[in-house]
């Protein structure tokens, strides 16, 4: 099973930049889709970003489109969430996921398996 690690979260102003990046370990990067998740409190876990194991097809959310780019590094084992134009309705507990390639629709919540730890994003008005 791929062990995940996030890392980049922060404090940021609306308006602002941030980049998170998850480190995969344990597996072959390569055979898994990926995602990147978001929780505000009292909220479900939404599915905010993905990538397919092949780096040729993505997936955004509506609220998040234009603003946010999901890419991965296959050589090193990463994948990045690059969010720009951060708005304080952004602010949440962002997990990185990873879904074995033919565990189905790589855009839906449920065929992601294994999560990381979370890090913290939280954009100032």
């Known amino acids: 099973q791929v062990q995940l690690v996030e890392s980049g979260g922060g404090l940021v102003q609306a308006g602002g930049s941030l980049r998170l990046s998850c480190a995969a370990s344990?597996?072959?990067?390569?055979?898994?889709?990926m995602g990147w998740f978001r929780q505000a409190p009292g909220k479900e876990r939404d599915l905010v970003a993905a990538?397919?194991?092949?780096?040729?097809?993505?997936y955004y959310a509506d609220s998040v489109k234009g603003r946010f780019t999901i890419s991965r590094d296959q050589a090193g084992n990463t994948v990045d969430l690059q969010m720009n134009s951060l708005k304080p309705e952004d602010t949440a507990i962002y997990y990185c996921?990873?879904?074995?390639?033919?565990?189905?629709?790589?855009?839906?919540?449920?065929?992601?398996?294994?999560w990381g730890q979370g890090t913290q994003v939280t954009v100032s008005p």
């Open positions: 996921a990873a879904a074995k390639y033919y565990h189905g629709n790589f855009a839906l919540r449920t065929s992601y398996d294994a």
């Open positions: 344990g597996d072959t990067f390569s055979n898994y889709n």
């Open positions: 990538i397919r194991w092949s780096g040729k097809s993505t």
